[in-house]
């Protein structure tokens, strides 16, 4: 029987993962309901506002939910927000038994669904492959528990760990395969993070290229399809001494950006540019109010594509829940530029640990994903 309730809950999952670039704020979530073995139901979270998995699972299922079992990757909300309570509409439709994943670590709703359903009868089991439906949203439950998004920073190296030439010069030294996987990763998070002197150095405009997230067809059930657009990640950059001005190319897109600043400019800037203010004693952006202040905006995932000093700086303050490092088999030698810029460490256990959580070929380069080891 164990082996069953794995198997729909995996499903649910795989549900839930078809919600990755369109749910935010929200977590991703799926559901699947079952009668006799059967799967008569299955949803999951398209986007916010819009209803939730069981919802849409309930939906699909109709009167056969009566008496059912629904897998649900993530405790069912009790509360009015957006869409009515999950909690609420699983009661009426009948459903005997609920088997959830993980507790949603919301402090508004943790904890409170489970309680609703068990006093109106409904059977209720916790933590089937809690581990697996908590990396789905591993960002949503960052920011609940801690007030900050999950970061990743990416970095292209050579394998001497070398950024750029001493002059500068970057482009390209990973391959077309890196920089498309890395188009990807840009699609998974609600902000990129950069300052101005990368800014400035490379021109970049921080966008998901068009071809990679237009007018996309994504399956809602089984028998239904829609058509969704992707948002482009808002673009956060940090510029305490006001180096950037409106003629680079980052301001050639129309969405949203922040300037992350210590005084105001007198520039004329575009409605989507949003001058930012953090007052520090120390006349530097102080990186831990940066990260709580993007928390409170609703940022579950920050992706960082920055030089070596902001990458320090983070590495430093343990600030990166994972480095994502694209290297190519390039040597560039000793003038030129660094991946982190570091205090000096006396000693080998003084280091900053990571462990390797994934290496794997990208085109002719490596990809190699690791974590803190705190």
Same mark, same amino acid.
């Given at each position: 029987?164990? $082996?069953?309730?794995?198997?729909? $809950?995996?499903?649910?999952?795989?549900?839930? /993962?078809? *919600?990755?670039?369109?749910t935010?704020?929200?977590?991703?979530?799926?559901?699947?309901?079952?009668?006799?073995?059967?799967?008569v139901? &299955?949803?999951?979270?398209?986007?916010?506002?819009?209803?939730?998995?069981?919802?849409?699972?309930?939906? $699909?299922?109709?009167?056969?939910?009566?008496?059912?079992?629904?897998?649900?990757?993530m405790?069912?909300?009790?509360? /009015?927000?957006?869409?009515?309570?999950?909690?609420?509409?699983?009661?009426?439709? *009948?459903?005997?038994? @609920?088997?959830?994943?993980?507790?949603?670590?919301?402090?508004? %709703?943790? !904890?409170?669904?489970?309680?609703?359903?068990?006093?109106n009868?409904?059977? @209720? &089991?916790?933590?089937?492959?809690?581990?697996?439906?908590?990396? %789905?949203?591993? *960002?949503?439950?960052?920011?609940?528990?801690?007030?900050?998004?999950? @970061?990743?920073?990416?970095?292209?190296? =050579?394998?001497? *760990?070398?950024?750029?030439l001493?002059? !500068?010069?970057? #482009?390209?030294?990973?391959?077309?395969?890196?920089?498309n996987?890395?188009?990807?990763?840009?699609?998974?998070?609600?902000?990129?993070?950069?300052?101005?002197?990368?800014?400035?150095?490379?021109?970049?405009?921080?966008?998901?290229?068009?071809?990679?997230?237009?007018?996309?067809?994504?399956?809602?059930?089984?028998? +239904?399809?829609?058509r969704?657009?992707?948002l482009?990640?808002?673009?956060?950059?940090?510029?305490?001494?006001?180096?950037?001005?409106?003629?680079?190319?980052?301001?050639?897109y +129309?969405?949203?950006?922040?300037?992350?600043?210590?005084?105001?400019?007198?520039?004329?800037?575009?409605?989507?540019?949003?001058?930012?203010?953090?007052?520090?004693?120390?006349?530097?952006?102080?990186?831990?109010?940066?990260? /709580?202040?993007?928390? #409170?905006?609703?940022?579950?995932?920050?992706?960082?594509?920055?030089?070596a =000093?902001l990458?320090?700086?983070?590495? #430093?303050?343990?600030?990166?829940d &994972?480095?994502?490092?694209?290297?190519?088999?390039?040597?560039?030698?000793?003038?030129?530029?660094?991946?982190?810029?570091?205090?000096?460490?006396k $000693?080998?256990? &003084? !280091?900053?640990?990571?462990?390797?959580?994934d290496?794997?070929?990208?085109?002719?380069?490596?990809?190699?994903?690791?974590?803190?080891?705190?």
């Open positions: 029987m164990k $082996m069953y309730k794995k198997r729909y $809950m995996n499903h649910a999952i795989k549900l839930a /993962y078809l *919600g990755k670039y369109t935010s704020p929200n977590p991703n979530v799926g559901c699947v309901i079952v009668k006799n073995n059967n799967i139901g &299955e949803g999951w979270h398209i986007k916010a506002g819009s209803d939730h998995a069981e919802i849409n699972a309930l939906k $699909m299922a109709g009167h056969k939910s009566n008496g059912a079992t629904a897998y649900i990757t405790e069912p909300c009790n509360h /009015y927000g957006r869409t009515p309570p999950c909690c609420k509409e699983l009661i009426k439709s *009948g459903i005997k038994k @609920v088997i959830i994943s993980t507790l949603d670590p919301n402090p508004r %709703i943790s !904890g409170k669904g489970l309680l609703e359903l068990k006093k009868g409904i059977i @209720v &089991e916790i933590g089937l492959l809690k581990k697996k439906a908590e990396r %789905i949203n591993k *960002g949503f439950f960052k920011r609940m528990k801690k007030g900050m998004p999950f @970061v990743q920073l990416k970095l292209a190296i =050579s394998i001497d *760990g070398k950024t750029a001493a002059n !500068g010069q970057s #482009k390209w030294i990973t391959s077309i395969t890196s920089r996987d890395v188009q990807k990763f840009r699609m998974l998070n609600d902000a990129i993070l950069s300052t101005s002197k990368t800014i400035i150095s490379d021109n970049s405009k921080l966008i998901i290229q068009k071809k990679f997230f237009s007018n996309r067809k994504i399956l809602i059930s089984t028998n +239904k399809h829609i969704i657009n992707i482009q990640p808002l673009r956060i950059i940090i510029d305490s001494k006001n180096l950037i001005t409106p003629m680079y190319n980052l301001f050639n +129309k969405s949203k950006i922040w300037l992350i600043r210590l005084k105001k400019d007198n520039n004329i800037w575009p409605k989507y540019v949003k001058q930012i203010i953090l007052n520090s004693s120390n006349k530097i952006i102080d990186l831990v109010k940066l990260m /709580y202040m993007i928390g #409170k905006t609703n940022i579950n995932n920050l992706w960082v594509e920055s030089g =000093s990458a320090g700086s983070l590495i #430093k303050l343990k600030l990166v &994972e480095l994502i490092l694209y290297v190519a088999p390039k040597i560039l030698g000793d003038l030129s530029r660094s991946s982190f810029i570091i205090p000096k460490i $000693m080998i256990s &003084e !280091g900053y640990k990571f462990k390797f959580n290496i794997k070929y990208i085109g002719s380069d490596l990809r190699i994903i690791l974590t803190p080891k705190h």
